[in-house]
């Protein structure tokens, strides 16, 4: 026997061992444990998703390009498909995370990517779940082939035509205006990006003001219900309201009217009616101490000749007294008492 001879001779042999194993045990790669965990410490998670085609044991979790763990179990429950993952201890993966099966090419194998740059929760830990609402499911090579199945069977080519052919009649003789008009997108989404915090703000104000509003729904309806009755009373009285308001315009024209004809007059005698204010209250530092002195002296009065009587002869000019007050002229003159008896007689005057 040749060399050659044997040497097949024993890659049969190789072959058909290896084919009896493997029907004989029920071995797949599927089964084996190789490559479900990454390389070191790792913690386990778990993704409920609506579906997990082609998803296998062994597929690769990543964040980003980075490869950070792999999916472990493939399991049901409750109508949706569940991943178990083994993800490495250095990677942190907030609660809030969202997960995405995703194709690295169209016959690639599909993988679990975990967006962890936009979470910004606590990190998760041993066992716990990213829940369905958190998961999606990207494009896979069945919906694509399907569609592209509906392209080639003849019902978007029509479609399609029209479109390049609009397109063409579109752009024909008019590259600079597009061109301006791409720029002028390109700017205005330059704008839109650097107020990206504003405009969050206001969106989040919007939604806040929409909360509130929708809290306060029970008030809104209520006074609404207890404006009715109060709209009817003002249509009711539509005429009234309309005839008042002819009035009061009416009234406000003939009040210009007086007021263009005899403006003149009328500041001045605000200007003399505010001379007067200032003059009265220029007498009110001397107004008052008098009233005090006269109130002082029939207390006075009054204390000298208790149970007994004092005749009193005097005069009160009245007319000098408000001459005084008025215009400020010199004070009045009183005349003096001489001797004690001429005071207690009478005799001032």
């Not at 964040?63 to 490495?88: C, H, K, P």
């Not at 029970?218 to 609404?224: V, W």
């Amino acid at each position: 026997m040749t060399i050659r001879s044997r040497m097949h001779a024993l890659t049969t042999v190789v072959i058909l061992g290896a084919a009896a194993i493997t029907s004989g045990c029920s071995l797949s790669l599927q089964g084996l444990s190789v490559g479900h965990a990454p390389d070191g410490p790792s913690y386990r998670i778990t993704a409920e998703f609506a579906g997990a085609d082609r998803v296998v044991p062994g597929a690769e979790v990543r964040a980003g390009q980075d490869v950070i763990g792999r999916v472990s179990e493939v399991s049901t429950r409750n109508f949706t498909a569940r991943l178990e993952m083994r993800i490495r201890d250095d990677v942190r993966v907030p609660r809030d995370v969202t997960a995405r099966i995703e194709l690295p090419t169209a016959l690639g194998n599909p993988f679990v990517r975990l967006n962890v740059e936009d979470g910004i929760g606590t990190p998760m830990g041993d066992g716990d779940a990213i829940p369905l609402l958190h998961t999606s499911r990207g494009p896979d090579i069945e919906s694509g082939l399907a569609a592209l199945a509906t392209v080639l069977n003849g019902s978007g080519i029509d479609q399609m035509s029209t479109i390049m052919r609009e397109l063409s009649a579109a752009f024909a003789g008019r590259s600079d205006k597009v061109r301006d008009l791409a720029d002028m997108l390109n700017n205005t989404l330059g704008v839109v990006d650097d107020h990206r915090d504003e405009l969050n703000r206001a969106i989040g104000a919007s939604h806040t003001f929409s909360a509130e509003l929708a809290a306060g729904q029970p008030i809104l309806d209520r006074a609404l219900t207890e404006m009715s009755p109060v709209i009817g009373l003002l249509l009711s009285q539509r005429e009234q309201i309309t005839a008042l308001m002819h009035q009061a315009s009416a009234l406000t024209g003939e009040a210009e009217r007086v007021l263009g004809s005899a403006g003149t007059e009328l500041s001045a005698e605000i200007d003399d009616a505010g001379t007067v204010l200032a003059a009265l209250e220029g007498f009110e530092s001397e107004l008052a101490p008098t009233l005090e002195a006269v109130a002082r002296f029939l207390g006075g009065f009054a204390a000298a000749t208790p149970g007994d009587y004092v005749t009193f002869n005097g005069t009160f000019d009245v007319t000098a007294v408000i001459a005084k007050l008025l215009t400020g002229s010199a004070p009045l003159e009183v005349p003096e008492a001489r001797t004690l008896a001429e005071v207690l007689g009478g005799g001032v005057r």
